[in-house]
């Protein structure tokens, strides 16, 4: 490669730097480097004409290397690199370094000792910027095509959307029918709407209009030209890369092809019953069915698990158009798509664990989702609100809240919509039959979405009944039939035994069958709880960790229909932006893997956040590791696993990290001990921003940026040490909010286990430390920059033999 | 049951920190007032005086002096039915027990706490065995009773410090 030429630009914003750093010795160390070419100074460089010059200076082949101490480090080295880049010149070798708060403001009392830290740290600038590599732009195919998993809610309106955008869409449920856990709901709140309407498309279709919601069988999604529906289908397995994965799905037989006209004849003549899974089980229906008379897609399926097939053949024989084939096998699909956005839901738990409750054992005792079955004028018992064990009229209702939600034996979250179902419910019930007697035992009634409270308002007004307590067990009484549901009314501090004919669950909500083989597939996480777990749950809510992968509504968490289809556009967008250029340009600020020294072992795989990395066959019988330059974030956890070294970053090499440590430990005129603080450049990084705004610490820490403190090996730290620190911070994220997610777990564990080594060298564990900061904490950075140079200077000067 | 020097309860969230470094105190703020342990009360249900959830609630306002001078501590039966349904999987039976060691410790005790433990230590028995019973036992084929080895039980009751401990009748 060519030899470096190496051009300097200070600025001095305005001059105000000039009064605490002594540029005239920084100018005249920076011109004796080898390489260095120019220096310069100027008020700024980030833009105007002191970028010019910069740009000049490239453009002219004068300099190939740039280091800027720039006063605006952050916005300026986005404004500089964008200049350089369209200059032509790769972005490794530009390095923006902040004088300012890193340097001149936090140690402005004590200005020799300040400009003795500015040379080194230009130093180190400059050994870095001189070690770098160009670094490659690569293009990776997108796509432009898009699987939905899941046809409620959510899915389909993140289906919906993305066709309408133009993206080939394919949206795939488990089920023979669309629709999800809310078309089953009978209305939704707040708005009483009917369960089965959803967002209208805005394709250009004939009837519809984009202005209005429909219900699913006439809301026209089946007919947008770009999206496929496959019911009856499930993922079962993923390859490829984001942007261009291979999906393969298997399409379970329906029996019945698209010739049915949904007659009903097949089912009045099919001879086996089984309890009907739709209604909750309160009703039966046939081995060929339909769940409802409007559905989608509006065909008869065969329920293949019970159906006897060519010994009965019933229905076949009576079908008027043919369309039923007994010998339809289950298929194969596989598909190319470059984004999957999962939609998988959830579901009500199942009370039957809770023993005192004695659901599944008392029949008059039902869950929310089997009561709506009832509200519901299609449903098994045409809308009339039944006890199930004589089908008489249910006149006493007691509901109870918080059944296996809010237990820590069970599920300790709150659900979220619990309250809300119960009072819509508790309303609807009391709409029609206005002498109901309704009971709600509560813990605590929880209304915070936007007009909720007034459903509350509106429960209480009709006469409802709300008792704060949680009952203890539900009992019977052979003898008349009724329930007694044991409870205490906290308020009176009184015990109530109230007479029932129906007692309701508020069952918690849980997470859907099949969640934890459909993250193993594609490689996501699930929370503590068992949801489909977002990459950051303040700003990236339909993200995961692997890029193209999103999820949203209640397959993260139990959520009501408006919030799930915020989370369903919010998917939606998420993917368009992804695949939208139809390519994904990236710069390989990325790991790359040394083949010569690589073999046989699994840590970087086992580490990498990211599943970036694979062992694959080198020739000899051994394997090596693999990295996908993809799905690589460039954090470097996996350098600072690697046992002997064979992975490295692009764009941060192990020498440039040496020639960093000694650059910035040689510069040592006051002959002050110094401290090594190796930050990250997230929140770490920010402390010390933020300390350097208003605040002081001593000038001995010299400091370095590493791009997460997963990178740091033991090495490093004692190459530290042997460069003259007499102490070394390590400052990263917080444990649990590192934007790599395990580097700064993986750094607290480098620290402890290097600091038993050094113990072992008869070095004192004392003088290396690991410090998790945010930006909000630049006093914590301050104190501790203070705390770790008192400590050194206690311990005295280190001896290395 | 080991018995934990008694720090002293010097203001209200002193208290709760107290019980909650006691052995079985440790879940006590788990608890969000559900009534549940309430409801499955078999004593609550028969007197005012004992009601589980409101024990709790009093002693997470830190109101000590009121928990460790009242009787309500004394009066649950250990029936355990509160803890098994407890949804925040509050052991409120052994809060109870915890409750119960820092009223000794603090020198409240009930006079029939004091008439058992002297019965332990002198007898061998917590409940004492009447004339009447004894006369009894040959009709029913059963030998009469052996004085119970008193001095093995009082060593471990002189090492553990519970000699002590029901002296300090406050």
């Given at each position: 490669?060519?030899?470096?030429?190496?051009?300097?630009?200070?600025?001095?914003?305005?001059?105000?730097?000039?009064?605490?750093?002594?540029?005239?010795?920084?100018?005249?160390?920076?011109?004796?480097?080898?390489?260095?070419?120019?220096?310069?100074?100027?008020?700024?460089?980030?833009?105007?004409?002191?970028?010019?010059?910069?740009?000049?200076?490239?453009?002219?082949?004068?300099?190939?290397?740039?280091?800027?101490?720039?006063?605006?480090?952050?916005?300026?080295?986005?404004?500089?690199?964008?200049?350089?880049?369209?200059?032509?010149?790769?972005?490794?070798?530009?390095?923006?370094?902040?004088?300012?708060?890193?340097?001149?403001?936090?140690?402005?009392?004590?200005?020799?000792?300040?400009?003795?830290?500015?040379?080194?740290?230009?130093?180190?600038?400059?050994?870095?910027?001189?070690?770098?590599?160009?670094?490659?732009?690569?293009?990776?195919?997108?796509?432009?095509?898009?699987?939905?998993?899941?046809?409620?809610?959510?899915?389909?309106?993140?289906?919906?959307?993305?066709?309408?955008?133009?993206?080939?869409?394919?949206?795939?449920?488990?089920?023979?029918?669309?629709?999800?856990?809310?078309?089953?709901?009978?209305?939704?709140?707040?708005?009483?709407?009917?369960?089965?309407?959803?967002?209208?498309?805005?394709?250009?279709?004939?009837?519809?209009?984009?202005?209005?919601?429909?219900?699913?069988?006439?809301?026209?999604?089946?007919?947008?030209?770009?999206?496929?529906?496959?019911?009856?289908?499930?993922?079962?397995?993923?390859?490829?890369?984001?942007?261009?994965?291979?999906?393969?799905?298997?399409?379970?037989?329906?029996?019945?092809?698209?010739?049915?006209?949904?007659?009903?004849?097949?089912?009045?003549?099919?001879?086996?019953?089984?309890?009907?899974?739709?209604?909750?089980?309160?009703?039966?229906?046939?081995?060929?069915?339909?769940?409802?008379?409007?559905?989608?897609?509006?065909?008869?399926?065969?329920?293949?698990?019970?159906?006897?097939?060519?010994?009965?053949?019933?229905?076949?024989?009576?079908?008027?158009?043919?369309?039923?084939?007994?010998?339809?096998?289950?298929?194969?699909?596989?598909?190319?798509?470059?984004?999957?956005?999962?939609?998988?839901?959830?579901?009500?738990?199942?009370?039957?664990?809770?023993?005192?409750?004695?659901?599944?054992?008392?029949?008059?005792?039902?869950?929310?989702?089997?009561?709506?079955?009832?509200?519901?004028?299609?449903?098994?018992?045409?809308?009339?609100?039944?006890?199930?064990?004589?089908?008489?009229?249910?006149?006493?209702?007691?509901?109870?809240?918080?059944?296996?939600?809010?237990?820590?034996?069970?599920?300790?979250?709150?659900?979220?919509?619990?309250?809300?179902?119960?009072?819509?419910?508790?309303?609807?019930?009391?709409?029609?039959?206005?002498?109901?007697?309704?009971?709600?035992?509560?813990?605590?009634?929880?209304?915070?979405?936007?007009?909720?409270?007034?459903?509350?308002?509106?429960?209480?007004?009709?006469?409802?009944?709300?008792?704060?307590?949680?009952?203890?067990?539900i009992l019977h009484d052979p003898a008349t039939n009724t329930l007694v549901v044991d409870v205490e009314d906290e308020i009176l501090k009184r015990f109530l035994e109230l007479e029932a004919d129906l007692v309701v669950l508020a069952a918690a909500m849980v997470p859907n069958d099949g969640s934890e083989e459909l993250a193993k597939i594609l490689g996501i996480e699930l929370d503590k709880d068992g949801f489909f777990k977002e990459y950051n749950s303040k700003l990236r809510p339909t993200e995961t960790k692997m890029r193209g992968i999103l999820i949203c509504g209640g397959a993260t968490f139990p959520k009501d229909v408006p919030t799930a289809s915020l989370h369903a556009h919010s998917a939606a967008v998420k993917a368009?932006?992804?695949?939208?250029?139809?390519?994904?340009?990236?710069?390989?600020?990325?790991?790359?893997?040394?083949?010569?020294?690589?073999?046989?072992?699994?840590?970087?795989?086992?580490?990498?956040?990211?599943?970036?990395?694979?062992?694959?066959?080198?020739?000899?019988?051994?394997?090596?590791?693999?990295?996908?330059?993809?799905?690589?974030?460039?954090?470097?956890?996996?350098?600072?696993?690697?046992?002997?070294?064979?992975?490295?970053?692009?764009?941060?090499?192990?020498?440039?990290?040496?020639?960093?440590?000694?650059?910035?430990?040689?510069?040592?005129?006051?002959?002050?001990?110094?401290?090594?603080?190796?930050?990250?450049?997230?929140?770490?990084?920010?402390?010390?921003?933020?300390?350097?705004?208003?605040?002081?610490?001593?000038?001995?820490?010299?400091?370095?940026?590493?791009?997460?403190?997963?990178?740091?090996?033991?090495?490093?730290?004692?190459?530290?040490?042997?460069?003259?620190?007499?102490?070394?911070?390590?400052?990263?994220?917080?444990?649990?909010?590192?934007?790599?997610?395990?580097?700064?777990?993986?750094?607290?564990?480098?620290?402890?286990?290097?600091?038993?080594?050094?113990?072992?060298?008869?070095?004192?564990?004392?003088?290396?430390?690991?410090?998790?900061?945010?930006?909000?904490?630049?006093?914590?950075?301050?104190?501790?920059?203070?705390?770790?140079?008192?400590?050194?200077?206690?311990?005295?000067?280190?001896?290395?033999? | 049951?080991?018995?934990?020097?008694?720090?002293?309860?010097?203001?209200?969230?002193?208290?709760?920190?107290?019980?909650?470094?006691?052995?079985?105190?440790?879940?006590?703020?788990?608890?969000?007032?559900?009534?549940?342990?309430?409801?499955?009360?078999?004593?609550?249900?028969?007197?005012?005086?004992?009601?589980?959830?409101?024990?709790?609630?009093?002693?997470?306002?830190?109101?000590?002096?009121?928990?460790?001078?009242?009787?309500?501590?004394?009066?649950?039966?250990?029936?355990?039915?509160?803890?098994?349904?407890?949804?925040?999987?509050?052991?409120?039976?052994?809060?109870?027990?915890?409750?119960?060691?820092?009223?000794?410790?603090?020198?409240?005790?009930?006079?029939?706490?004091?008439?058992f433990a002297n019965g332990l230590m002198n007898e061998g028995r917590v409940v004492p065995v009447s004339k009447f019973v004894e006369k009894k036992r040959p009709d029913y084929g059963l030998p009469p009773l052996k004085p119970a080895g008193v001095e093995p039980l009082r060593k471990i009751l002189a090492a553990t410090g519970f000699d002590k401990l029901i002296s300090k009748k406050g």
């Amino acid at each position: 490669m060519e030899e470096a030429r190496i051009g300097v630009f200070l600025a001095d914003s305005g001059g105000q730097l000039s009064k605490i750093l002594d540029f005239e010795s920084i100018t005249e160390f920076l011109r004796g480097i080898h390489g260095v070419t120019r220096v310069q100074r100027a008020s700024e460089f980030w833009r105007g004409d002191g970028l010019k010059k910069i740009i000049d200076a490239v453009k002219s082949g004068e300099i190939n290397r740039v280091v800027v101490a720039e006063g605006i480090p952050k916005i300026g080295e986005i404004a500089i690199a964008k200049s350089i880049s369209s200059a032509g010149l790769d972005l490794n070798f530009v390095e923006v370094l902040d004088l300012k708060g890193h340097c001149a403001w936090p140690h402005r009392d004590s200005p020799r000792e300040a400009t003795e830290k500015a040379k080194a740290m230009l130093l180190a600038a400059i050994e870095k910027v001189r070690l770098s590599q160009p670094i490659e732009k690569a293009v990776f195919p997108a796509v432009k095509s898009v699987l939905v998993i899941g046809g409620g809610v959510a899915g389909m309106q993140a289906a919906e959307d993305l066709a309408d955008m133009g993206f080939q869409v394919y949206l795939i449920e488990k089920e023979p029918f669309l629709g999800g856990l809310a078309a089953r709901a009978v209305r939704f709140f707040p708005t009483d709407d009917c369960a089965v309407c959803i967002q209208s498309p805005t394709s250009d279709l004939k009837t519809v209009t984009h202005t209005s919601r429909k219900c699913i069988y006439r809301s026209g999604i089946s007919e947008i030209p770009n999206l496929q529906i496959l019911t009856n289908s499930r993922v079962i397995k993923l390859e490829g890369e984001p942007g261009n994965f291979k999906v393969t799905i298997e399409k379970k037989p329906r029996y019945v092809n698209d010739k049915c006209v949904a007659c009903g004849l097949c089912a009045s003549v099919c001879p086996v019953e089984v309890p009907d899974e739709y209604n909750a089980k309160l009703a039966r229906r046939k081995a060929i069915y339909m769940n409802m008379p409007v559905v989608y897609p509006p065909l008869y399926v065969i329920d293949g698990s019970v159906c006897k097939f060519h010994e009965c053949a019933k229905c076949v024989a009576v079908c008027p158009t043919k369309a039923i084939d007994l010998n339809q096998k289950a298929e194969t699909i596989t598909l190319n798509v470059g984004s999957i956005i999962v939609a998988t839901g959830f579901k009500e738990f199942n009370p039957s664990v809770i023993k005192e409750y004695h659901y599944g054992e008392y029949p008059d005792i039902i869950t929310h989702l089997e009561l709506a079955r009832m509200i519901d004028s299609f449903g098994p018992t045409g809308g009339r609100i039944i006890r199930p064990s004589d089908k008489k009229e249910a006149k006493r209702i007691v509901f109870i809240q918080c059944v296996g939600s809010r237990d820590r034996r069970w599920n300790p979250y709150c659900s979220g919509i619990c309250c809300m179902i119960s009072l819509k419910h508790a309303t609807l019930i009391k709409e029609a039959h206005p002498d109901a007697d309704i009971t709600i035992c509560y813990i605590d009634i929880r209304t915070t979405g936007r007009e909720h409270e007034y459903y509350y308002e509106k429960a209480r007004e009709m006469g409802i009944k709300f008792v704060k307590g949680r009952p203890t067990e539900i009992l019977h009484d052979p003898a008349t039939n009724t329930l007694v549901v044991d409870v205490e009314d906290e308020i009176l501090k009184r015990f109530l035994e109230l007479e029932a004919d129906l007692v309701v669950l508020a069952a918690a909500m849980v997470p859907n069958d099949g969640s934890e083989e459909l993250a193993k597939i594609l490689g996501i996480e699930l929370d503590k709880d068992g949801f489909f777990k977002e990459y950051n749950s303040k700003l990236r809510p339909t993200e995961t960790k692997m890029r193209g992968i999103l999820i949203c509504g209640g397959a993260t968490f139990p959520k009501d229909v408006p919030t799930a289809s915020l989370h369903a556009h919010s998917a939606a967008v998420k993917a368009a932006k992804f695949l939208n250029e139809g390519k994904i340009v990236k710069d390989l600020r990325v790991a790359y893997v040394n083949e010569d020294y690589c073999g046989d072992c699994e840590c970087c795989p086992v580490t990498c956040p990211y599943g970036a990395i694979s062992l694959v066959p080198s020739g000899n019988g051994h394997f090596v590791a693999r990295v996908s330059p993809l799905k690589c974030e460039g954090c470097g956890i996996c350098v600072g696993t690697c046992p002997v070294g064979a992975i490295e970053l692009n764009h941060l090499n192990s020498k440039q990290i040496s020639a960093q440590i000694k650059a910035l430990l040689s510069v040592n005129e006051t002959s002050k001990p110094k401290v090594l603080a190796i930050y990250c450049s997230e929140c770490g990084g920010t402390a010390l921003d933020s300390a350097g705004m208003t605040m002081s610490y001593p000038a001995n820490v010299r400091t370095l940026k590493v791009p997460c403190t997963g990178v740091i090996r033991a090495q490093h730290i004692i190459e530290a040490f042997k460069a003259g620190a007499q102490g070394v911070m390590i400052v990263g994220c917080k444990p649990e909010g590192c934007h790599y997610e395990a580097g700064s777990q993986m750094a607290k564990k480098k620290v402890e286990l290097t600091k038993a080594l050094l113990a072992a060298y008869g070095i004192e564990p004392d003088r290396l430390e690991m410090f998790n900061l945010v930006y909000i904490e630049g006093d914590k950075f301050a104190e501790a920059a203070r705390m770790m140079s008192e400590r050194i200077e206690k311990l005295g000067q280190l001896v290395i033999a | 049951m080991i018995f934990v020097e008694d720090k002293g309860e010097k203001s209200n969230s002193d208290f709760i920190k107290n019980v909650k470094e006691m052995l079985g105190g440790e879940t006590i703020t788990s608890c969000y007032q559900c009534g549940t342990c309430a409801s499955s009360c078999p004593v609550a249900k028969t007197t005012e005086r004992f009601n589980p959830r409101h024990l709790l609630r009093i002693a997470l306002l830190g109101e000590g002096d009121e928990i460790l001078s009242g009787d309500a501590i004394w009066l649950c039966s250990s029936c355990y039915n509160c803890q098994e349904r407890c949804p925040q999987k509050v052991e409120i039976a052994e809060v109870i027990f915890a409750l119960r060691n820092m009223a000794i410790r603090s020198g409240k005790i009930p006079q029939i706490y004091i008439d058992f433990a002297n019965g332990l230590m002198n007898e061998g028995r917590v409940v004492p065995v009447s004339k009447f019973v004894e006369k009894k036992r040959p009709d029913y084929g059963l030998p009469p009773l052996k004085p119970a080895g008193v001095e093995p039980l009082r060593k471990i009751l002189a090492a553990t410090g519970f000699d002590k401990l029901i002296s300090k009748k406050g």
